[in-house]
């Protein structure tokens, strides 16, 4: 039967275990801190903890902070809470700064012997090599999820991570994206023509079966598929993250009703592209388009099929009834777009116009794929659409959260609203 001792507020719970080499009684231990006020209750309330303290003990379902090291214990973490809580990618980057930052300085440590003192040398370490707060705050945020499910499953009696003293991360978000002209100037952009060298070659008369040289030329050629046409229209109207759209399948799209169904997302791991969940609940989302989407969807939609025809059996895709579980995007065989592929093409896409722009103030800036994004949100919001309206179409868990971001538009807005006061009451 359990011990139970009472210690100021909390209690200690030891289930003896057997003797050692030396007949001394072995005790499995740990601590509790009921959360009853009366003290029946609390009575009740650490009864039961110690019976149900006792069973896993019996069971061999209990650890002890005194047997296993840290890195011993990262892999139980991974398996019980970290593959259940974490999307591969995230859980990915947790492993490898535990591996990097993190077991070199306690890995042979026991858990028990892990005190506030050793975290607080990694953190004051990483400060002193000159690391950026946001690197120092993850790299604890890995440490202290290990930790502390290792005190949730009642291994170790106290976190360490309590109380560590992390640098300040100073809130600095600049948010690049296209005024309206730019974005209107990127539409055109993508169905522009723009000049391309042609090597010099050598061609045969069919009439004459004579040949002659072709010296090097250069010609104007759509050089944007409709594909990537349709990949930037959605990003600009729709606002979408690129996992989003890459995961995008033809049973997504509503002809009919004009919207598109955000309900998974494409995640890179060192094991290749997954499908995953969006990134917040709020992230599942359906989203209203304008009609010239669609009418560059359908296009692009007639052309896929045509290539999967034209493939023949080195088409990757569906065929048939199952078609519409193709994806949207993909790569010159039919399989799923890589993730990375639009951010390169974007790139390619502003510099390639802006080498046909000779004045230097009408050339597009250079932004970010997710920049897109944010251009949606910001053109939206500099024209009156409500903040819960962006904030759902953005997929944002709260829409303190669209505020916090986009704060910049809104100062826009109420520079405009004080300059219409000054007109009123001039």
């Known amino acids: 039967m359990a011990t139970i001792v009472k210690r100021g507020n909390s209690y200690r719970i030891m289930v003896s275990v057997g003797r050692d080499t030396n007949d001394k009684q072995i005790f499995k231990t740990t601590t509790y801190h009921p959360t009853a006020t009366t003290p029946k209750r609390i009575e009740n309330e650490v009864s039961d903890f110690a019976r149900e303290f006792e069973k896993k003990v019996r069971n061999g379902e209990t650890f002890d902070g005194d047997s296993i090291k840290f890195a011993e214990f990262i892999p139980t973490w991974e398996k019980k809470w970290g593959k259940q809580n974490l999307t591969t990618r995230i859980l990915e980057d947790y492993l490898y700064v535990l591996k990097k930052r993190v077991v070199p300085h306690i890995g042979n440590m026991y858990l028990s012997k892990i005190k506030r003192i050793h975290i ?89 079966g004579q040949t002659y040289r072709v010296p090097e030329y250069t010609e104007n050629r759509d050089r944007i598929s409709t594909q990537f046409q349709v990949y930037f229209y959605l990003a600009l109207y729709g606002g979408f993250r690129r996992g989003e759209m890459v995961a995008l399948t033809w049973e997504d799209i509503d002809f009919e009703e004009h ?75 039919g399989s799923q777009m890589c993730v990375d592929t639009p951010s390169h093409k974007f790139k390619e896409i502003l510099d390639m116009y802006n080498a046909t722009v000779e004045d230097e103030s009408k050339k597009l800036p250079i932004i970010r794929l997710h920049d897109l994004r944010h251009t949606s949100a910001t053109l939206l919001l500099s024209e009156n659409c409500d903040i819960e309206t962006v904030s759902h179409r953005l997929g944002h868990s709260k829409a303190s959260v669209t505020l916090d971001i986009y704060g910049h538009a809104l100062e826009t807005k109420d520079r405009s609203a004080s300059e219409k006061l000054t007109q009123l009451f001039a």
């Not at 499910?149 to 109380?163: F, G, L, Q, S, V």
Request: proline content about 4%.
């Open 120 to 208: 607080q040398s990694i953190i004051d370490g990483m400060i002193e090599k000159g690391y950026a707060p946001k690197t120092i705050k993850w790299t604890f945020t890995c440490i202290n999820s290990v930790i502390k499910y290792a005190y949730r499953m009642e291994i170790i009696e106290k976190n360490p991570c309590d109380r560590i003293a992390l640098p300040r991360i100073k809130q600095v978000r600049e948010i690049k994206y296209f005024t309206l002209d730019q974005a209107k100037t990127f539409l055109k952009a993508l169905e522009g023509t723009y000049p391309i060298k042609m090597k010099a070659h050598t061609r045969t008369l069919k009439s004459t």
């Open 259 to 333: 919207t598109i169904n955000i309900c998974k997302a494409v995640s890179k791991t060192s094991g290749g592209q997954v499908i995953k969940d969006p990134k917040t609940e709020s992230g599942n989302r359906t989203v209203s388009l304008p009609a010239v989407c669609f009418t560059k969807l359908r296009k692009w939609r007639v052309e896929q099929m045509e290539m999967a025809v034209s493939l023949g059996s080195k088409w990757e895709g569906l065929r048939g009834d199952d078609y519409d579980k193709n994806s949207v995007f993909i790569t010159d065989t």
